[in-house]
């Protein structure tokens, strides 16, 4: 087993202050006889629709000495994770969650802007401090 990210709980209480029900602290599931462990699943209703919406929350700290090494682990699993889905839970929409320090600085260099929109990665924005979602990106 993993350990958690650095700042599970604090996306986790996040996304609680949203209205979002944690179902899966820790979505497990598995496809194609690979398991895999994405940090959170969660669910909320949507009243004009009736229906839930049901996501899985990737979380990623970037406190590694280089950003570089960060955002490659994070695509990779983001990938991986995204095309499991696919097939297992495909009403499931699944988001990579970095902190707002994150998203600020490094996220807004032109190449790091291009890989999230050419690999459509979603993005979930968190306040360390503030414990809060300051933004949901598609």
Excluded at 66 to 88: C, I, N, R, T
Excluded at 113 to 128: A, D, G, P, T
Aim: charged share 30%; no cysteine; hydrophobic share 40%.
């Amino acid at each position: 087993m993993s350990t958690r990210d650095k700042y599970h709980e604090v996306v986790k209480q996040a996304l609680e202050k949203e209205g979002w029900t944690i179902t899966d602290d820790s979505y497990a599931f598995s496809y194609g006889k690979v398991d895999f462990r994405i940090d959170l699943g969660a669910e909320k209703l949507i009243a004009a629709q009736k229906d839930n919406q049901k996501i899985a929350v990737e979380i990623k700290s970037f406190i590694k000495p280089s950003p570089v090494q960060d955002m490659h682990e994070a695509v990779g699993q983001y990938e991986m994770y995204s095309l499991a889905l696919d097939f297992d839970d495909p009403n499931r929409e699944l988001y990579l969650a970095i902190p707002k320090r994150t998203y600020d600085g490094f996220f807004q260099r032109p190449f790091i802007k291009e890989i999230v929109k050419r690999k459509q990665i979603k993005l979930l924005v968190y306040q360390i401090g503030a414990i809060k979602i300051s933004a949901w990106i598609k």
